[in-house]
């Protein structure tokens, strides 16, 4: 199998930032494109070079690792470290490479010592030459596509390697490594590539190139033929041919996409599953934000486990009686499921001693009820609803409900939530001048000067 040289800027970054940390690092070199070639003597409006991904932040990442080292463990750690990454895959050293680098090095002595000048290269660090010379034999490790894709895949999954299992790169360099290599890693194509295809990615004069989609895979390519900006050009066209196919671009709208793209990482056949546990989790917790969310994006919340217990049996056994009456008179799930064992949700209150729950849940059972002269005239189940009506005896005296204020509107509000059909529908209790109150099942009602104060609750009779 063919071996290729790697690029190393982003392994050595990350790698140097999980030994030394990101601010350490970045405390000598910056965070932004440079906007010019990637080897032009030039340093941004701090000093310091503008990125990791260039010539000369490349090697003043290069002189941060291991400073109390000799240059030969140095550059075994680093080995080592490539290994890890890798999964134990092999990682070798190109003699002829490294030869090649230090004979043609004049533009990277030239970066080296007006970095020198600027004091851009840390404390301690006493000779050019070697630091050049490990860059050099850094530049000139090789490895394989198959290897090199495992590399990019342990950078795609957080830094533990998914061949080990071993972590490898700590997660915070691992997630900065990443955005460096969307804005930075693809020397003068970057912005044009980030627009276009929207990946973290890094190439190599060698024709090597590695694509991240994050939480998902690498992919290593190798193509020699490079275009004008020094990137492999049918590297190039294969990354925009896959985000064609696929939505892996960062953008792409996973939930309201109107293209015929491919999402390979949406799972299908469990999220019926998914949804259950969900549902009954949040049942469980009292969590009434979520069940009132998934009720608002047209979930089922009568859907049931395998023993056939739903939510609410759920929260009648864990005595939530606020959810419960959601569950009763907003969503009007049915209070009468059964398990596998035939008990209700009233059965499994009972059990556990939920007295307000068990209340609560025998009131909601149909049943013929009067309340001050207030009589449910007729209560019909079929398929599709159940209605019923209630007017107030017109020979009631109006002290018995009156409306005249606040606090008495919320009284009868209060004696009105004893009856138990009561759920979350539009209908309201009106007081006309000089007349008594009554029901009025409709969703507006004109407040004019004709008409007293209006006391609106929204109650409905199953």
Not at 180 to 188: K, Q, W
Not at 195 to 203: D, I, R
């Amino acid at each position: 199998m063919k071996y290729k040289t790697l690029d190393t800027q982003a392994f050595n970054y990350s790698i140097v930032a999980s030994d030394l940390g990101a601010e350490t690092v970045h405390s000598y070199v910056g965070h932004e494109p440079s906007g010019r070639l990637f080897n032009e003597i030039c340093l941004d409006g701090n000093g310091k070079p503008h990125n990791p991904m260039i010539n000369s932040g490349a090697i003043i990442v290069t002189s941060l690792i291991k400073k109390g080292m000799t240059m030969s463990d140095r550059f075994d750690f680093v080995l080592q470290e490539y290994r890890k990454l890798a999964g134990g895959e092999h990682v070798g050293f190109d003699n002829a490479t490294f030869l090649s680098e230090r004979d043609a090095a004049d533009r990277n002595y030239a970066l080296s010592y007006y970095m020198k000048e600027n004091d851009c290269f840390p404390t301690g660090t006493k000779s050019l030459r070697e630091e050049l010379d490990l860059y050099f034999q850094l530049c000139s490790l090789e490895t394989n596509c198959d290897t090199l894709s495992v590399m990019a895949a342990t950078l795609a999954n957080g830094g533990v390697c998914p061949l080990t299992n071993e972590r490898c790169v700590s997660p915070q360099p691992c997630r900065d490594v990443l955005s460096l290599m969307y804005s930075c890693g693809m020397y003068d194509l970057s912005g044009k590539f980030a627009f276009q295809v929207g990946l973290p990615a890094k190439s190599g004069i060698s024709g090597v190139m590695i694509v991240v989609v994050p939480n998902l895979m690498g992919i290593a390519l190798f193509s020699p033929p490079l275009d004008r900006t020094g990137n492999p050009h049918r590297g190039v066209v294969f990354c925009k041919k896959l985000i064609e196919k696929f939505s892996f671009h960062n953008y792409d709208s996973l939930l309201h996409a109107d293209s015929l793209k491919l999402d390979p990482r949406r799972r299908v056949g469990n999220r019926d599953t998914e949804l259950v546990v969900s549902l009954l989790f949040a049942s469980k917790n009292n969590d009434t934000e979520t069940i009132r969310r998934m009720y608002l994006q047209g979930t089922n919340l009568e859907v049931a486990d395998y023993d056939g217990r739903t939510a609410l049996h759920i929260a009648a056994s864990e005595g939530h009686e606020s959810l419960v009456r959601f569950f009763l008179f907003v969503a009007k799930v049915n209070h009468n499921a059964k398990d596998r064992w035939g008990r209700t949700p009233l059965d499994d209150a009972r059990l556990f001693n939920n007295a307000s729950v068990v209340q609560l849940l025998e009131s909601h059972r149909p049943r013929k009820t009067s309340f001050h002269n207030c009589e449910l005239d007729q209560i019909s189940e079929d398929s599709s609803s159940e209605t019923a009506n209630s007017t107030y005896s017109s020979s009631e005296s109006e002290s018995d409900f009156p409306l005249d204020d606040d606090t008495e509107a919320a009284g009868l509000e209060d004696r009105l939530n004893v009856l138990p059909q009561i759920s979350a529908t539009n209908a309201f209790i009106t007081k006309e001048r000089g007349d008594h109150p009554t029901f009025n099942r409709s969703t507006s009602w004109d407040t004019g000067a004709d008409q007293a104060r209006i006391s609106a609750i929204e109650v409905s009779f199953i």
